[in-house]
């Protein structure tokens, strides 16, 4: 039996991300936090991970693509799963009675016009939208909501005050499904002809490294999705590169790449190579 582990409680957007990729069969693991998510893939306590990495509102997801970059475990797989928040009370409860709504910081990060078009209403941070629900309908204070998917208010069986309060109708939220070097073989086959590649890069000296990895992969066709700069730990003001690029190779051409690139001094870390997911359909 494989064990996918995800942040959160039942009812969680990263649930249902995992159920649209992988199935409703899937056997899911919660998790309280990023931290422990990560840890049941090292442990084996789960055969893989889904971790979600950026949202079109608010950008990166930065701690997971810092755990990412402390693991050894691999993308074979993601998906674009759309975002759509409930302002969700207990029953009994009504829109004017609320004065302070729970939820995780990215999805309170995403509904900011909510709060600025009702500035008596509190946002408090929480580890988990769906885990916000549940504790507004066991304490049954009409004046307390949470923000969290319409799946979370019929499992937890709380009241709709709301629909589609997030900035912009065009949320998504891109998650990574990650497994361990060794299974990453076995599990991508699951999945279409891979052409998106991701690796961080980290710089050893100041004189236009990252300028020319790039022209490198411009030259051999290899395309620029996305670039993002985590800071190094214990040096100030120095980044390592989060890449993703597209491209349509076979797995020996990849390897000669890579190879090639390492023999030239860039000190690369393969974080998985896997097919990318175009944009979901909206209803």
Same mark, same amino acid.
């Given at each position: 039996m494989t064990y996918v582990a995800f942040q959160g409680e039942t009812g969680a957007f990263s649930e249902e991300a995992a159920i649209s990729l992988l199935g409703s069969q899937t056997q899911l693991l919660p998790c309280s936090s990023f931290?422990?998510?990560?840890?049941?893939?090292?442990q084996g306590k789960a055969d893989m991970i889904l971790a979600p990495l950026e949202n079109s509102l608010i950008g990166s997801i930065s701690r997971c693509y810092d755990l990412l970059l402390e693991s050894s475990l691999q993308i074979i797989a993601e998906v674009v799963h759309p975002i759509h928040h409930c302002l969700i009370g207990c029953q009994g409860?009504?829109?004017?009675?609320?004065?302070?709504v729970e939820s995780h910081p990215a999805a309170l990060a995403q509904c900011e016009k909510f709060? %600025?078009? /009702?500035?008596?209403?509190?946002?408090?941070?929480?580890?988990?939208?769906?885990?916000?629900?549940?504790?507004? +309908? $066991?304490?049954?204070d009409p004046?307390?909501?949470?923000?969290?998917?319409?799946?979370?208010?019929?499992?937890?069986?709380?009241?709709?005050?709301?629909?589609?309060?997030?900035?912009?109708?065009?949320?998504?939220?891109?998650?990574?499904?990650?497994?361990s070097k060794e299974k990453a073989s076995k599990k991508a086959t699951k999945f279409s002809i891979p052409n998106k590649l991701s690796l961080a890069?980290?710089?050893?000296? %100041?004189? /236009?490294e990252l300028c020319r990895l790039l022209q490198y992969f411009t030259?051999?066709?290899?395309?620029?999705?996305? +670039? $993002?700069?985590?800071?190094?730990?214990?040096?100030?003001?120095?980044?390592?590169?989060?890449?993703?690029?597209?491209?349509?190779?076979?797995?020996e051409q990849l390897k000669n790449i890579l190879e090639t690139l390492q023999s030239q001094g860039y000190n690369l870390q393969f974080l998985g190579f896997y097919p990318e997911?175009?944009?979901?359909?909206q209803n």
């Open positions: 931290e422990s998510m990560f840890d049941s893939g090292h409860s009504s829109f004017e009675d609320i004065k302070t709060f %600025a078009a /009702n500035p008596k209403i509190k946002a408090v941070a929480t580890n988990d939208t769906a885990a916000s629900v549940r504790r507004v +309908i $066991e304490r049954s004046t307390i909501a949470a923000i969290a998917s319409y799946r979370a208010c019929l499992i937890y069986k709380g009241k709709l005050l709301g629909q589609n309060i997030e900035d912009n109708s065009q949320n998504f939220t891109r998650f990574g499904l990650l497994t890069f980290y710089p050893s000296k %100041a004189d /236009n030259d051999h066709n290899v395309e620029l999705l996305k +670039i $993002e700069p985590r800071p190094i730990k214990g040096r100030p003001w120095n980044y390592s590169f989060c890449l993703d690029l597209r491209a349509c190779l076979k797995k997911m175009l944009m979901p359909k």
